[in-house]
């Protein structure tokens, strides 16, 4: 009798192994990668599906301040690269950790991890040495923005100060003023911790055009919408001087500024002045704050007042703005003297620079002291805050 159990068998056999093998040559598998923690770094190569037997060198890549560890999932090792032959489907983590960097700021504001007690402080301020941002002295609500604490000597700090100098009237400058505006040091520089803005007796000459004196008139380069703007400053005493600290929108289109045309060119006064302080020629016991502006016909507008102060060139005094969408406040020693309603009709909703500068002779500086030589304002800080 013929076994064919025995013949059956050989067949069952030769089947399976066939179908085995086709199997084994055939098939694929899933490589399944994860990173912990998640920001931590990459591998090369990504997820993904494999021949059966293939070789695969993974390389774990950290991000900046981690380190890889190691590799764990269905796998324990520690070096890499690592290779590994694919043969099933298989899940790899590629583990990192944290560097404990001496150097490392993690909201940026220049104030090291170990030595930030405000370790999440808000893009756009400025901290102390602590990391924490620095409260308006007078507002608890306004914090510093940008400023100039005149903590140098020298020449002013080029990254924050821009000078005004090329005369926008046909060789002069507006208002009938009889100076030319320089970056000569002479006219503005930095020292014994005050900036000083002097103007001087002396002839200057600017394509063809001489005046009998000289001055400085600096344009910040950082513009701001609303805000508190504090500057503790001593003025000049002589008559003919006419200090000022005040603002312009970014969007003027007057030759020379800092600002130029990158930000809008509509021209004065639909840019918007605010005049934080100013004092006329002759009487040094008064102070004007004055908005300047075309209102939503396109017509010109001012608003202002007078206020008595004292010994504005013997002792200084601060000299503020605060600036919302619905106000503007104008304040000496943190007392308001004017204010207008930032409504629809007025156009104090784009950003404003400042400038500082002394003009001699003019409309507001009027006559000039025949003696006259030089004078000077004298800057302890220039401050910008803004609320959260
Ligand atoms: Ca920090």
């Known amino acids: 009798m013929t076994n064919y159990s025995n013949y059956f068998g050989q067949i069952l056999i030769l089947i399976f192994s066939f179908f085995n093998l086709s199997c084994n040559d055939q098939k694929s598998h ?82 090291v991890d170990s030595n930030d007690l405000c370790p999440n402080t808000i893009s756009g301020f400025l901290v102390d040495d602590k990391g924490c941002k620095v409260k308006n002295e007078f507002d608890e609500n306004y914090f510093l923005v940008w400023g100039d604490e005149f903590s140098y000597d020298g020449n002013l700090d080029n990254s924050k100060w821009h000078h005004q100098i090329i005369p926008p009237n046909n060789g002069s400058w507006w208002n009938g003023e009889a100076q030319h505006y320089t970056n000569n040091s002479k006219n503005s520089f930095v020292s014994e911790g005050t900036m000083k803005i002097v103007a001087i007796k002396e002839n200057y000459t600017v394509d063809n055009s001489t005046k009998n004196y000289t001055s400085a008139r600096l344009n910040s380069k950082f513009g701001f919408k609303y805000g ?97 969408k619905d106000k503007i406040r104008i304040l000496v020693d943190n007392k308001e003297f004017v204010s207008l309603n930032n409504t629809a009709d007025v156009p104090f909703d784009n950003p404003h620079y400042l400038l500082l500068n002394i003009a001699i002779g003019g409309n507001l500086g009027g006559d000039i002291d025949p003696s006259f030589s030089q004078d000077i304002m004298e800057v302890d800080y220039v401050r910008v805050f803004q609320k959260e």
């Not at 990173?35 to 060198?57: C, M, Q, R, W």
């Open 30 to 111: 899933m490589l399944n990668i994860f990173v912990i923690p998640e920001n931590a770094g990459s591998v090369t190569p990504l997820s993904g599906v494999y021949d059966h037997g293939s070789n695969v060198v993974l390389e774990a890549i950290n991000n900046s301040d981690y380190e890889f560890t190691r590799w764990s999932g269905d796998i324990s090792e520690t070096s890499n690269p690592f290779s590994l032959t694919v043969e099933s489907e298989i899940n790899i983590v590629a583990e990192f950790s944290e560097l404990n960097l001496p150097s490392k700021d993690s909201d940026g504001d220049g104030v």
């Open 228 to 324: 508190r703007v504090d500057v503790r400053a001593k003025l000049p005493s002589t008559e003919g001087t006419w200090p000022a600290i005040w603002t312009l929108g970014t969007n003027i289109n007057e030759v020379g500024n800092y600002f130029g045309d990158s930000q809008g060119s509509v021209g004065w006064p639909k840019c918007g002045e605010i005049d934080i302080m100013e004092q006329n020629g002759w009487n040094k016991n008064e102070l004007y704050g004055y908005f300047h502006y075309a209102n939503s016909q396109g017509v010109y507008n001012s608003h202002g007042d007078v206020t008595n102060i004292n010994n504005t060139s013997g002792t200084y005094h601060v000299y503020s703005m605060e600036w919302t």
